[in-house]
């Protein structure tokens, strides 16, 4: 989730030039960790990851996600607003010395007050990492994260729900996201949810968002939906609940959303 959200939001004004039931399981869910290729499996038990990001991986569920985002070496991956880089390593290590991890992260705005942190510290101390030397960390504003070439998937997690919090166009965003994608790529959306048939009634007050705005929002880019992943799922999560709340936090109900830049 994006945090100092009025002070980003004030930024992100300035920068508008851009032109501009649960989740639905409909594609096959992510298969079990047992059928993780090894690639993905040596990638989660990295020796390098902290100890916090580790004991998340039981609600994460990182080498299932990634086996659904269909990661392979060698490739091409962006991350929008990676927070503390939980995926980023992982990624990193998943794509290999031969494949590249651009952790794409919104400027500082002007106005931001003195005690706001580095948006992109983090990841920058993971990208100076040796162990990580296929990271590189790129900052610009918000409505214009591009990478700079083509890649082969774009990635966020728990972030879509906040770009409705801001000034922002969100299928122009979209479309830049779209841009920044070879043909066939893939743009993946993991986030809260929201009961269905809310809308965007839930973004700012619980940050979750319904699946089917953003499948509305990122077909509405250009893009084809692929499948839906329910590896994330909490039945046992009535969506009613800011996402911080201790009685859920870190086991909310999440949907995860594939999609596809088509090839002409």
Known sequence: MIRYPLILAASLAASLSLSACMHEPSAPSAPSAASNPGY????VADSNRPDA?????????????LEFLGVKPGEQVAEILPGGGYFTRIFSKA???SGHV???????????????PDL???VKAIAADANYANVTVIVQPLT????PAPVDLVFT??????????????????????DSLKPGGLYVVLDH???????????KSLHRIDADVVKQEVTAAGFEFVGASDVLANAGDARTAIVFDPSIRGKTDQFILKFRKPKK
Request: charged share 20%; aromatic share 6%; no cysteine.
């Open 40 to 43: 993905i499996a040596a990638a």
């Open 53 to 65: 990001d580790k004991l998340r991986d039981a609600n994460r569920k990182p080498a299932q996600t």
């Open 95 to 97: 794509v290999g010395p």
């Open 102 to 116: 651009y952790a794409l992260v919104p400027e500082r705005p002007a106005n931001a007050p003195a005690d706001m």
């Open 120 to 122: 992109a510290g983090k």
């Open 144 to 147: 214009k994260l591009v990478t």
């Open 157 to 178: 997690a728990q972030n879509y729900h906040d770009l409705h919090n801001f000034p922002v166009d969100v299928v122009a965003f979209n479309r830049t996201i779209l």
């Open 193 to 203: 949810s929201a009961p269905a048939g809310s809308g965007l009634a839930d973004t």
